[in-house]
């Protein structure tokens, strides 16, 4: 059975940094292109970074020069360092996993970046 859990969210101050992480089971990973969405109240998902079984990564640019995507294999999981947030970086983070066969979800983790 496939899961991806994400953890690391948190509340921050303005400026700071958080580092998510997504271990994902169900041995798909390292066959996986990996990505970080992010929902905000009232708004809808969009992608925030994503990183491909090759290592190929980009970035919405809202998020370039502060975010970095990053995947580890051998231990199944891919990061998300985010550091000079904002407060505009609240939102929902959700974890994806995806290829031509399949496309699946964490369950999500809260970001609030106080200002």
């Known amino acids: 059975q496939v899961q991806l859990v994400e953890s690391g969210g948190g509340l921050v101050q303005a400026g700071g940094s958080l580092r998510l992480s997504c271990l994902a089971s169900?041995?798909?990973?390292?066959?996986?292109?990996m990505a970080w969405y992010r929902q905000a109240p009232g708004k809808q998902r969009e992608l925030v970074a994503a990183i491909t079984s090759g290592g190929s990564t980009n970035y919405t640019d809202s998020v370039k020069g502060r975010f970095t995507i990053s995947r580890t294999n051998a231990k199944n999981t891919v990061y998300l360092q985010m550091n000079s947030l904002k407060p505009e970086d609240t939102a929902v983070y959700y974890c994806?996993?995806?290829?031509?066969?399949?496309?699946?979800w964490g369950q999500g983790t809260q970001v609030t970046v106080s200002s």
């Open positions: 994806n996993a995806n290829n031509v066969i399949y496309n699946y």
């Open positions: 169900g041995g798909i990973f390292r066959f996986s292109n």
